[in-house]
């Protein structure tokens, strides 16, 4: 492995140990989302180490309002891709709601089938110490593990909402949670929305790397949705930046092409067969 873990090439996937690695040498790095082929091999070709393949994908892929209806079979195939897709990338699936919170022997099930049917690196599940047992079985059986700390979506009803987690005596609570699931043998833990000091106290408290998203600049790495990234989400949360406006670019584009179309200007000559 290059050096750098962000753009770095080598001839092998990004691993658990060169995410600690980074970490010990205090570089930064990126994690973006990715459902299909095609938008994993740009992603990976730009140099981003980290693939997640997350329940997102409920609202982003399948239209669903938030990530609780999507099933295992459902993002089983959009991981496969995902890693027939790129070649570098660490590739981590999430593991949807009801897919492991019920005992440790069903996370095992769940993960299992991610890593042989659709060749996972590694697994996400989100919660502090009620999960602590799925952690500790996971890592006893091999398998990578990413914690999920702060506004945990598949909890949102039990949150009230979409808020703001780890004020005041709740943020000694989420510390101590992060140091437990790192006890666990969890690799790195997702901190989202949560207040930027807590972030960075969680992350210089922690040996693994933390993944931030919608908590401050003092995290090891930071993760978006790329459908945030890239403009095509409306109204997203405050903590995305806009990168790019890929949804009037598209509208653009399809106009253009139904417009020629319905004209008659498209398909020319060169675009046929002879």
Same mark, same amino acid.
């Given at each position: 492995?290059?050096?750098?873990?962000?753009?770095?090439?080598?001839?092998?996937?990004?691993?658990?140990?060169?995410?600690?690695?980074?970490?010990?040498?205090?570089?930064?790095?990126?994690?973006?989302?990715?459902?299909?082929?095609?938008?994993?091999?740009?992603?990976?070709?730009?140099?981003?180490?980290?693939?997640?393949?997350?329940?997102?994908?409920?609202?982003?892929?399948?239209?669903?309002?938030?990530?609780?209806?999507?099933?295992?079979?459902?993002?089983?195939?959009?991981?496969?891709?995902?890693?027939?897709?790129?070649?570098?990338?660490?590739?981590?699936?999430?593991?949807?709601?009801?897919?492991?919170?019920?005992?440790?022997?069903?996370? &095992?099930? %769940?993960? @299992?089938?991610?890593?042989?049917? !659709? #060749? *996972?690196? +590694? /697994?996400? $599940? =989100?919660?502090?110490?009620?999960?602590?047992?799925?952690?500790?079985?996971?890592?006893?059986?091999?398998?990578?593990?990413?914690?999920?700390?702060?506004?945990?979506?598949?909890?949102?009803?039990?949150?009230?909402?979409?808020?703001?987690?780890?004020?005041?005596?709740?943020?000694?609570? &989420?510390? %101590?949670? @992060?140091?437990?699931?790192?006890? !666990? #043998? *969890?690799? +790195? /833990?997702? $901190? =989202?929305?949560?207040?930027?000091?807590?972030?960075?106290?969680?992350?210089?408290?922690?040996?693994?790397?933390?993944?931030?998203?919608?908590?401050?600049?003092?995290?090891?790495?930071?993760?978006?949705?790329?459908?945030?990234?890239?403009?095509?989400?409306?109204?997203?949360?405050?903590?995305?930046?806009?990168?790019?406006?890929?949804?009037?670019?598209?509208?653009?584009?399809?106009?253009?092409?139904?417009?020629?179309?319905?004209?008659?200007?498209?398909?020319?000559?060169?675009?046929?067969?002879?």
């Amino acid at each position: 492995m290059s050096s750098s873990l962000y753009g770095g090439a080598s001839g092998r996937r990004v691993t658990v140990r060169d995410l600690a690695s980074a970490k010990e040498r205090g570089e930064k790095w990126p994690m973006l989302t990715a459902y299909d082929a095609m938008t994993a091999r740009v992603f990976d070709e730009a140099g981003v180490p980290v693939l997640l393949v997350g329940d997102s994908a409920a609202m982003v892929v399948y239209g669903y309002d938030s990530t609780l209806p999507v099933t295992v079979d459902e993002l089983l195939s959009l991981t496969a891709a995902v890693v027939r897709g790129s070649s570098r990338a660490l590739v981590v699936a999430d593991l949807p709601f009801g897919s492991y919170q019920s005992s440790p022997a069903q996370a &095992l099930e %769940s993960a @299992a089938r991610f890593m042989k049917e !659709a #060749g *996972a690196h +590694a /697994v996400k $599940l =989100e919660g502090g110490r009620r999960v602590l047992p799925q952690v500790e079985a996971l890592v006893a059986a091999g398998i990578p593990v990413m914690a999920h700390l702060g506004l945990t979506p598949q909890s949102v009803n039990a949150l009230g909402g979409y808020r703001v987690q780890g004020r005041g005596q709740d943020g000694d609570e &989420l510390l %101590s949670d @992060a140091k437990a699931l790192q006890q !666990a #043998g *969890a690799f +790195a /833990v997702v $901190l =989202e929305c949560v207040p930027a000091e807590l972030a960075e106290r969680v992350t210089t408290s922690l040996a693994v790397p933390t993944v931030g998203i919608g908590a401050g600049a003092g995290t090891d790495a930071q993760v978006l949705v790329w459908q945030d990234l890239m403009g095509l989400t409306p109204n997203p949360a405050k903590f995305v930046r806009k990168y790019s406006d890929l949804a009037t670019e598209m509208d653009r584009a399809v106009r253009a092409f139904a417009s020629e179309v319905s004209s008659g200007a498209f398909p020319t000559r060169e675009h046929a067969y002879s």
